[in-house]
């Protein structure tokens, strides 16, 4: 088993920055690929981005691009993710999820292990 440990939840107003981290511990080997999802009420969860725990391969939604960075700790087993120029629409409830093989990085439910998530908010 994998536990995730998300941190980093915040208020914070339109154009502001936050940095969300993600612990995992536990049977950490092998993991394939860890990623964070976002979702808001009433909502499907919607893929924010992704990093492979060996090649470091990333990918990130359109509305992120050139704003949100996803980076790894290979040491301490933590990912994070460093939200810039944030918008109201990225408010949401962040999950970090973390999958064991390589299945398709966008979909939620190829994703086996999932943290208890951390709100953002940004303000107008």
């Known amino acids: 088993q994998v536990q995730l440990v998300e941190s980093g939840r915040g208020l914070v107003q339109s154009g502001g920055s936050l940095r969300l981290s993600c612990a995992a511990s536990?049977?950490?080997?092998?993991?394939?690929?860890m990623g964070w999802f976002r979702q808001t009420p009433g909502k499907e969860r919607e893929f924010v981005a992704d990093?492979?725990?060996?090649?470091?391969?990333?990918h990130y939604t359109d509305s992120v691009k050139g704003r949100f960075t996803i980076r790894k700790d290979y040491a301490s087993r933590t990912v994070y993710l460093q939200m810039n120029s944030l918008r109201p629409q990225d408010t949401a409830l962040y999950f970090c999820?973390?999958?064991?093989?390589?299945?398709?990085?966008?979909?939620?439910?190829?994703?086996?292990?999932w943290g208890q998530g951390t709100q953002v908010t940004v303000s107008s």
């Open positions: 999820a973390a999958a064991a093989v390589n299945r398709e990085y966008r979909t939620a439910r190829n994703y086996d292990y």
């Open positions: 990093i492979a725990w060996t090649s470091g391969i990333t």
């Open positions: 536990g049977r950490t080997s092998p993991l394939y690929r």
